[in-house]
């Protein structure tokens, strides 16, 4: 998506330890109007898909993900990330390796929020390795419902978590995709 890739060169930073830095319109400020056109670009590439609900993860995904419920005016539901998890069975639960945090934690969704008549578009701002989606997979199949596709805005292609969600025949779509970036010159490749 040409606008988003715009925003990535001119506002995006590259840091140390193949971290891009966009906490000016994507993931601290956000720009709600950059967010409204991402929701309608995913309301176009998933057109055929009878999405009713979106999922995502605190905290990052939430904002964009609220966004792109207006567009496809459904319920967004995101993951909550879990001190303990409660033993009652009320919540679907997934362990999640965090790339920023470089820790695991647990993640949960209340078993009110997803059954298996939902039909799940997920969300999140980044995708590196794929722990954070694969996560949310894992809850989306506990819980019965259908996983239609993964929006992704931006995807470090250079990692592994892209790749591997379409072996598995995972419908992705990432907004932008990221092949190469360098710290120290600042260069960033996208994927055409
Ligand atoms: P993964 O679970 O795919 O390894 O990493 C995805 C999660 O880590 C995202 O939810 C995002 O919050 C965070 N993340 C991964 N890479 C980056 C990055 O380059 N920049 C920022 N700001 N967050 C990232």
Redesign the pocket.
């Known amino acids: 998506m040409e606008l988003l890739e715009e925003y990535i060169r001119k506002n995006g930073a590259v840091k140390e330890g ?6 000016s319109f994507l ?1 601290h400020q956000m720009d709600v109007k950059l967010f409204a056109a991402m929701g309608r670009e995913w309301k176009r590439l998933f057109a055929d898909a009878p999405i009713n609900k979106i999922l995502t ?1 605190e905290a ?2 939430i904002g964009i993900a609220c966004v792109v419920a207006e567009a496809f005016d459904v319920p967004v539901v995101f993951a909550k990330k879990a001190q303990s998890i409660n033993i009652d069975g009320a919540v679907y639960a997934a362990k ?5 945090h470089k820790r695991v934690y647990d993640v949960i969704v209340s078993k009110k929020f997803l059954s298996p008549d939902d039909h799940i578009l997920v969300i ?11 996560g949310l997979l894992d809850i989306i199949e506990e819980s019965g419902a259908t996983l239609e596709g993964v929006g992704i805005a ?1 995807e ?1 292609g250079f ?1 592994e ?1 892209g790749k591997l969600l379409r072996e598995r025949g995972v419908r992705l779509e990432s907004l932008a995709i990221v092949d190469a970036m360098d710290a120290a010159t600042g260069s960033l490749t996208f994927r055409r």
Do not use: E, M, P, Y
Not at 18 to 23: A, P, T, Y
Not at 124 to 134: E, I, S, T
């Open positions: 193949n971290v891009l830095k966009v906490d993931n993860i990052s995904g999640v390796q965090s790339f920023t999140d701002d980044f995708l590196a390795n794929g722990c954070a989606v694969n931006i470090k990692q978590g």
